[in-house]
């Protein structure tokens, strides 16, 4: 009867300790992951501070010839700011690899394998690289990963848990100030629209930050994808079609216009709805790309919220909040290098507004009608931000 006793307080004890050992192991997780951010925080600083600038978002190669093909490769101006900030968080040799001519098998004798220096689109698939291989797409690198992040391996090419901000409007995300050509088409739409301290194929500064650094996210946190049909990392297809002018869910509407499809018993994931894209096309799966889906966070959705997708731009222009697999919130980077805990809960205006844009109803200029959330999204709004947000 004693051993019994003993056995059951201690089946007890263990009862209660297991949960403390597993909240302990996430909160160790979580510090991991914040001092990785911060060590991104202090790259993108140590880059400003060799260049005088930020690191370009969607920079890269454009010209005539196949964008996959080895020998006649180039990568559509579609690169993530991160390949350029390699050389600062201890990734030298993984950025010789890319910026120098890489032979895809190792033989000198061939000669149509070679890729070009930056090498190949990153949106390459698994049956590009089975035909030439493009190695550095399909590197990992740890100070990426979110350690409470459990993606792992395929169909990723290679994954990444921080993006950076394109500001609170989603319009032009898919190309920012250039098509992928190099042609300048969108300049003026582009300032208009795309206010965050990163904006697609143009080059930023700290002095473009008039709001100030410590008042302006420069990154954040995102999930990767499981194949479970997260909200967070799986993009549902707008209701909203294609305007006269361009992309629907810069309209009004157009930020809740996939909520229609989650699971009404299970939020988190969907249960209706067009699914954009193939099984490689997914949040967080191509760390080299720029484009919304796999390098961006936008702040019109409050964080852990749904990604949806023009209906008519497949892959591009997207609702793209920040998202993570940290209790209550995410992380985000400030442009002075400070690493925050944002709250899913986060005052974040009316969703249903539209976007900022040239011709919006929310005129260039426009305070952001995204409340708190919008206003640190934002790099010139003139806004005021609460110390204590």
């Known amino acids: 009867m004693e051993l019994l006793v003993v056995i059951a307080i201690i089946g007890v004890l263990v009862g209660l300790l297991l949960p403390a050992v597993q909240a302990a192991?996430?909160?160790a997780r979580r510090m991991s992951c914040s001092n990785n951010v911060k060590q991104l925080g202090l790259a993108v600083h140590n880059y400003h501070a060799a260049y005088k600038q930020l690191p370009k978002l969607m920079t890269g190669t454009y010209g005539p010839g196949n964008f996959v093909i080895a020998a006649t490769g180039h990568n559509r101006l579609g690169l993530s700011a991160m390949v350029g900030m390699l050389p600062f968080f201890e990734q030298q040799a993984l950025w010789e690899s890319i910026s120098n001519p890489l032979d895809a098998d190792g033989n000198p004798a061939t000669t149509n394998d070679v890729?070009?220096?930056?090498?190949?689109t990153p949106l390459m698939n698994a049956s590009h690289h089975a035909v030439n291989v493009y190695q550095p797409w399909l590197t990992e690198v740890p100070a990426m990963r979110c350690p409470s992040d459990p993606g792992v391996g395929l169909p990723a090419a290679a994954r990444t848990n921080y993006v950076f901000c394109t500001g609170d409007s989603a319009y032009l995300s898919n190309w920012g100030a250039l098509r992928d050509n190099g042609v300048d088409n969108f300049a003026t739409l582009s300032r208009a629209a795309q206010r965050g301290m990163f904006i697609g194929r143009k080059t930023m500064?700290?002095?473009d930050v008039l709001d100030g650094?410590?008042?302006t996210i420069c990154m954040g946190e995102i999930t990767t994808d499981l194949g479970d049909s997260d909200v967070r990392t799986q993009p549902k297809e707008s209701t909203l079609t294609k305007s006269e002018s361009g992309q629907g869910i810069r309209l009004a509407g157009g930020a809740l216009s996939c909520e229609g499809f989650k699971d009404a018993e299970r939020p988190?994931?969907?249960?209706?709805?067009?699914t954009v894209g193939n099984s490689e096309q997914r949040r967080g799966y191509k760390w080299a790309s720029g484009r919304p889906l796999y390098a961006q966070i936008?702040?019109?959705?409050?964080?852990?919220?749904?990604?949806?997708i023009d209906?008519?731009?497949?892959?591009?222009?997207?609702?793209a909040p920040p998202s993570s697999r940290h209790q209550g919130g995410v992380h985000v980077l400030m442009g002075d290098g400070a690493v925050k805990f944002i709250t899913d809960s986060i005052e974040a205006g009316n969703s249903s507004s539209a976007q900022v844009y040239e011709g919006s109803s929310v005129k260039p200029g426009s305070k952001s009608p995204f409340g708190l959330w919008g206003k640190l999204g934002t790099r010139a709004a003139n806004?005021?931000?609460?110390a204590d947000f």
């Open 268 to 274: 988190q994931f969907w249960d209706g709805g067009k």
């Open 205 to 207: 500064r700290f002095r």
């Open 311 to 319: 209906k008519t731009y497949h892959g591009n222009s997207l609702i």
């Open 298 to 308: 936008n702040t019109i959705l409050p964080p852990n919220r749904e990604l949806c």
């Open 115 to 120: 890729w070009p220096p930056m090498g190949g």
């Open 213 to 215: 650094l410590a008042n």
């Open 383 to 386: 806004e005021t931000i609460d």
């Open 25 to 27: 192991r996430e909160a």
